[in-house]
């Protein structure tokens, strides 16, 4: 005979079996509305199944395709669906399976994704009840953060407007003014925060792949975001010579936030190597503002206030400002390696 916890883990994979089957068969005879497809809705109970082995990748990119193909009906009913599911659902695992397969959805990169806004369904409070809290309040706390990032992401895509799908800058920086710099860095801050929040235990890490496939799409999403934080900053020091005093008021502030949370980006990575996400043993370097470009900002500000810009200011903030778009370059190339490292 197995050991105990064999037989637990038996019993609950035949339990998620039947729950999915049910879940099956009750959509096959359940009211269809207008917003309903019968075989995307199946192709999500399947990539959303209670199989902590495994991510159904197949029926997974068989929602991704039918959203390409008909994304304003099929994004309708893929989030009438899921919402459904996650609504109704107490299993950790189902939880970060639908997680998932939404943020493969933000990376189709469909202009009507915008359209979302806040995400039709809650887990910012959620519980497994399958199992003892003291087993799986590691799980709770990956999903509840994990969807944080999610609603976050999807509200910006709302307020973007973005056609490309994804939280990038719409226009290039040099068109942008400051004040546009400055609500763009803000926001990707923000986000960057919503991301470093996810922090997984080493234990779930080791018992769950569905945890480490995860952290795989954060990293991305990661540095990602970074390189539109150093780009923001980029356009920031390149016009700050034009800026008025609150203006650059705002731009120190979140020059020096943007300092701290490069420390902060610093200490993640290592937790993540520590825990065992490899994808971030070989990029563990993040490239910070020099403090001298923050007290040569500072001293600018100081002259802006006092109503004394001359001449020799936009000849001052030329270096700081190329100096600034090198993290820019350098993160945009390790997001691509990482990216094709994922894929291997």
Not at 81 to 102: E, F
Request: a positive charge; proline letters at 3%; one cysteine or more.
């Amino acid at each position: 005979m197995g050991p105990p916890h064999a037989k637990m883990w038996n019993w609950k994979h035949v339990i998620g079996a039947i729950k999915d089957k049910n879940s099956l068969w009750l959509m096959t005879v359940s009211r269809r509305s207008a917003c309903c497809n019968p075989d995307l809705e199946a192709a999500v109970i399947k990539a959303t199944s209670h199989d902590e082995t495994r991510m159904d990748y197949k029926n997974a990119k068989r929602v991704y395709a039918w959203i390409r193909t008909s994304p304003a009906f099929n994004l309708k009913a893929l989030i009438w669906s899921l919402s459904y599911r996650m609504d109704r659902t107490r299993s950790w695992v189902v939880a970060i399976k639908g997680l998932m397969l939404l943020h493969g959805v933000f990376c189709c990169k469909i202009p009507v994704l915008e359209m979302i806004g806040r995400l039709p369904f809650d887990l910012s409070n959620f519980h497994d009840s399958h199992s003892s809290a003291n087993k799986t309040w590691g799980y709770n706390e990956f999903v509840r953060a994990y969807f944080t990032f999610l609603d976050q992401k999807s509200m910006l895509l709302c307020s973007h407007g973005d056609p490309k799908g994804g939280m990038v800058l719409t226009e290039s920086s040099k068109d942008r003014p400051i004040m546009g710099d400055i609500q763009m860095l803000l926001k990707s801050l923000a986000l960057l925060d919503s991301l470093l929040q996810i922090r997984p235990q080493m234990e779930c890490v080791k018992r769950a792949c569905l945890i480490r496939e995860v952290m795989d799409c954060i990293i991305i999403e990661i540095f990602d975001v970074y390189s539109k934080v150093c780009s923001c900053i980029a356009g920031l020091l390149s016009k700050i010579y034009m800026a008025n005093c609150a203006e650059a008021t705002m731009a120190l502030s979140l020059l020096r936030r943007a300092n701290v949370q490069g420390d902060e980006l610093s200490k993640y990575f290592e937790h993540c190597q520590i825990i065992g996400v490899l994808n971030v043993s070989e990029f563990l370097k993040v490239e910070r503002i020099p403090e001298e470009d923050i007290q040569e900002v500072e001293r600018i500000v100081v002259e802006i206030t006092s109503d004394r810009k001359n001449g020799e200011m936009e000849k001052a903030i030329v270096p700081v400002a190329e100096k600034a778009i090198m993290p820019a370059a350098q993160s945009m190339a390790l997001m691509t390696v990482i990216t094709e490292f994922s894929r291997m």
